[in-house]
């Protein structure tokens, strides 16, 4: 069964907006989407009438104090009920210059495999900006491209600006033989994106029964995902043997839960990049799993 099908399951056994785009940016881009430690904004608050100063940072410090450095490449399978679906590089880019400040650059290319050419195509690519000293994402940009399965193919490109001091998003699409089309929407002030929270979550120090949030934007929505440890674990995936810790990942808007099935994710702790190893989804139709395949550090 093509990668599309496993996805359209998800989508409609998953009930939320909120749940679906964290599952889906961990299929796709490998999972995640403030904690402690991050500016405190909630995604119906206010945006701040004096946004905290931007820090000076140079260009050789944009990952000088966290565990992934440029050039990381990570590559992960995807399984569902057993059924091997897809994989995704997550890559660690060069530091890049945006608004006369260094930033990180994450990006993603997923696919399906070789093994469902003849069912099923689809490609993707997903890039986000993100300010050093918070994860706050300043651009972002995704590109899809599905092949044929019940339908009609699907092609779009999506480029999104964020103003933090204004709390404001812009997001330009294209379709094509459409016009383009030109949108904006709210932002909470110091939120990641979908790709970025990811490395966020590898920088905590997690303690078992103490939990933490990130503040996400995903899809026009502001919302909180929380990550409780629940326990420390030794997990194989195909890229090794790790020392882990387990994660549960809830998503919420304010206080009400939006998922309905259950989110895990292992971070590595024994090793100096404390690599995502693998991810879970236990839901209505099945488990999806995630895991890590292969590893390139940076330097």
Known sequence: MALRV??????ASLGSWATKAFIVSAILSVLAHPVLGLAVAK???????????????SRSAVYGNVPFKAGEA????????????????????SPRRHNGIWQRVFHIDAATGDWFKSIF???????AVSRPWDFG?????????????????????????FDHERCHVDERIQVPDKPEDNVSHDLAYGANDALGVVFNLRTRNFQIGTKERALVYTSE????????????EQV????????????????FIGKDLQQKGDVWAWISTDTPQRQLVQVQGEIKIGSVWIKLSSYTPGI
Do not use: H
Request: with cysteine; proline share 7%.
């Open 6 to 11: 496993c996805l359209m399951r998800i989508d």
């Open 43 to 57: 995604p119906d608050g206010d945006c701040p009438k004096s946004p905290p100063k931007v820090p000076e940072i």
């Open 74 to 93: 990570a590559t992960y399978e995807l399984t569902w009920s057993g059924i091997k679906a897809g994989y995704a590089t997550i890559e660690v880019r």
């Open 121 to 127: 195509v689809a490609k993707e690519t997903m890039e």
């Open 137 to 161: 994402v300043t651009q972002f940009y995704m590109e899809q491209n599905e092949g044929k399965l019940f339908g009609s193919s699907f092609q779009q490109k999506k480029w999104l600006s």
């Open 221 to 232: 929505k502001n919302w909180f995902l929380e990550a409780e440890p629940v326990a420390m």
């Open 236 to 251: 194989t995936v195909p890229a090794g043997t790790f020392n882990t810790v387990k994660i549960k990942l809830q998503t």
